[in-house]
């Protein structure tokens, strides 16, 4: 096995949960201005930002990395041994997608990340030839439907926000408005109510503190909008962006840890020195702008931009960590964590749905963003643990297992004495 890459998904699995956690325990979804929701004090205040300026959509950005990475792996070993590889790759990306379904649907997700995956995954085999400088020009093309889609989002609020003031205006003169006119003022309207409206957030909290019908029917529409208008307007170019992306860094041996470290520390700071600026201009316009959508909608337009320049960083400082601490205790447990990343990342739905919603304990919104770090962190402990321990009986995660085995149709042995005398499959042979 590669192990920076184990390392390197073991210490994604891990920092998903950092932005996910606010979809498990807090009504966010109900306000467009985050600050509102979890936060009464600067601590938590700090905490929104630290996190949301560190590590906003780079787990799932890692992800797509490693992802693209995977394909040339499994691909290019097959091929070198003389096997099919179209019908491996077809079935691994079609079983993804039945996982995401019921992690979507059944566990009650709405932020899943594998169907996404698993849909993208099946466009990327006709790449895996390509050279490194032509897989970055393909994720640069990726990249512009983004940008482009964000630039036009910006400029229809920024429109909208400059009409509805006028119309404000003339209605505190005592003008009467068209039909027309009123319906533009009533949505600017609502839409600046929804950033606090205390009836949407107790809605929500209603939801998720019910039974799962209750969950599963107020999920149901964004989960099918996600799968959809969500796949094709964003998720399908945000993937592709960093998938193919991980696929060149792959080749050049940029994400194995096989440069030197002098080469990853420049990389770090390269990509900080472009991603710190962005970041911090994002997040003060989502802190000071939030009254007016027009402007803080220009956040979206760098927002790719900035989130690809900081999980290039983040890599890179993983990269040194396996080149100078490979052998430490805590690279054995996060390579752990990430040889059982598809368990580890559904586990962490079990855990929190069972802890904050009403199938379970029903905490939900009773945390505060601050004090929700103390449940991250025990979550983190307890699969640093589990993993290695599991992993010292077993070949594979549990889903793992189940996945290679759906993949290659054939029952995979699972015991660690068993593998041991039996020829692992391609996707895993020794490096």
């Known amino acids: 096995r590669i192990g ?7 210490v994604a699995v891990l920092a998903i949960l950092l932005m ?16 509102s929701v979890g936060v009464s004090g600067w601590l938590d205040a700090w905490t929104y930002g630290v996190l949301t300026f560190a590590f906003e959509g780079t787990a799932r950005g890692a992800f797509g990395l490693l992802f693209g990475a995977s394909v040339v792996l499994l691909t290019a070993r097959l091929e070198a041994k003389g096997e099919p590889s179209a019908d491996i790759h077809l079935r691994r ?8 379904l019921v992690h979507a649907y059944g566990l009650l997700w709405s932020w899943d990340i594998l169907y996404f995956y698993g849909v993208i995954g099946l466009l990327l085999y006709v790449f895996r030839k390509l050279p490194p400088w032509a897989l970055l020009a393909c994720a640069g093309v990726a990249w ?3 940008v482009g889609g964000n630039t036009a989002q910006m400029i229809q609020d920024y429109g909208l926000e400059k009409q509805a003031i006028v119309l ?28 606090t409206d205390p009836e949407k957030l107790a809605e929500q ?6 039974g799962y019908g209750t969950i599963w029917l107020g999920q149901r529409k964004g989960i099918i909008e996600g799968h959809t208008k969500g796949l094709y307007y964003w998720g399908l170019w945000d993937g592709a962006m960093f998938m193919l992306t991980g696929m060149a860094l792959f080749k050049l041996g940029i994400i194995t840890g096989a440069r030197s470290a002098r080469f990853y520390l420049v990389m770090a700071g390269v990509c900080y020195a472009v991603a710190f600026p962005l970041r911090g201009y994002t997040l003060w316009l989502d802190v000071t702008k939030f009254e007016h959508p027009g402007i803080e909608a220009w956040g979206w337009v760098l927002y790719d931009g900035a989130r690809m320049a ?6 890179a400082v993983v990269m040194l960590f396996t080149l100078f601490l490979a052998r430490s205790v805590l690279a054995y447990m996060l390579g752990a964590c990430g040889r059982m990343a598809l368990t580890n990342y559904i586990a962490q739905t079990v855990i929190c749905g069972w802890f904050f919603w009403g199938v379970g304990l029903g905490l939900y919104g009773t945390f505060s963003r601050f004090e929700l770090l103390a449940v991250i962190l025990t979550v983190w402990t307890a699969q640093l643990v589990w993993s290695p321990l599991w992993l010292m009986v077993f070949r594979f995660g549990p889903l793992e297992w189940a996945w290679r085995s759906l993949t290659y149709w054939q029952v995979q042995p699972i015991l660690r004495e068993r593998a041991d005398h039996a020829d692992p499959p391609p996707s895993e042979a020794p490096n």
């Open 205 to 210: 909290m209603k939801r998720y503190q019910g």
């Open 4 to 10: 920076a890459l184990d390392v390197f998904r073991g």
């Open 144 to 146: 512009l439907p983004l």
């Open 93 to 100: 990306n079609m079983w993804l997608i039945a996982f995401g």
């Open 310 to 315: 900081m999980t290039l960083g983040h890599t």
């Open 168 to 195: 404000h205006e003339r209605v505190d003169q005592g003008e009467t408005l068209t039909e027309e006119e009123q319906e533009t003022l009533d949505t600017w309207l609502e839409w600046k109510r929804y950033d």
């Open 20 to 35: 996910n956690m606010n979809g498990f325990a807090l009504p966010v979804d109900a306000t467009e201005y985050q600050l």
